[in-house]
Every structure is written in structure tokens, then in C-alpha cells.
């Protein structure tokens, strides 16, 4: 079984910074992309980032500037550090990873979520 594990969330002030972190694990054959997701009340989940492997991150307009996504590809992980926080980043955080376990299959799988918060 794959697992995503997310953690790092919290509340911040405005201006603050946060660091998510997200680590795959189980059996792992090839991961094609990791990335992170948000989605805030009443709204859809949308892309905030994403780094496919050996390529430079993407990412939404509207975290450019401010967030930074990076891989540790030996452990399997993907961090998001996101500075400059505004209260419209207030969202739950899923983590993204599109694999070949196992089953010999590429497959999406998410993380549980984590809260981020940005509120004086």
C-alpha cells in the first residue's frame, strides 16, 4: 500500500511562513510527479504546485513569488515553504503524487490534508 503523509500545517499571521511536507511511502516503483494541491470552503480544489521528476517546479499565479515547492527524491518527499502567507491561502493543503507501485500501474494518489491558516 502507497501512503502520502502530510504535515506542517497550522496557523500563521499574515506575512508568516509555513512549511509543508509531504513523504511518500510503501512500495514505490517510480514516482513521475509530486505536488500540492489546496481547496478553501464553498471553493474547487486547485493546483498550487507541482514538480514532475528531473524538471523545475509550476506553479499557480497566484503563489508565484511566495511559495516554493522542492523534491528530496531520496526520501520520497515534497516540501512547500510559503512565505509572505495572505488570508486568502487559508485552504486544507492535499499532497499529490502520480506513481508506479506495486501494481505496476501509474496512479494518482493524494495525502489526508493538512490546515493552513492565515488569520490575525
Known amino acids: 500500500q502507497v501512503q502520502l503523509v502530510e504535515s506542517g500545517g497550522g496557523l500563521v499571521q499574515p506575512g508568516g511562513s509555513l512549511r509543508l511536507s509531504c513523504a511518500a511511502s510503501?512500495?514505490?516503483?517510480?514516482?513521475?510527479?509530486m505536488g500540492w494541491y489546496r481547496q478553501a470552503p464553498g471553493k474547487e480544489r486547485e493546483l498550487v504546485a507541482s514538480?514532475?521528476?528531473?524538471?523545475?517546479?509550476n506553479y499557480a499565479n497566484s503563489v508565484k513569488g511566495r511559495f516554493t515547492a522542492s523534491r528530496d527524491y531520496a526520501k520520497n518527499t515534497v516540501y512547500l515553504q510559503m512565505n509572505s502567507l495572505k488570508p486568502e491561502d487559508t485552504a486544507v493543503y492535499y499532497c499529490?503524487?502520480?506513481?508506479?507501485?506495486?501494481?505496476?500501474?501509474?496512479?494518482?494518489?493524494w495525502g489526508q490534508g493538512t490546515q493552513v491558516t492565515v488569520s490575525s
Open positions: 499529490n503524487a502520480e506513481l508506479r507501485g506495486s501494481s505496476d500501474v501509474w496512479r494518482n494518489y
Open positions: 510503501g512500495s514505490i516503483f517510480s514516482i513521475r510527479l
Open positions: 514538480i514532475g521528476t528531473g524538471d523545475n517546479p
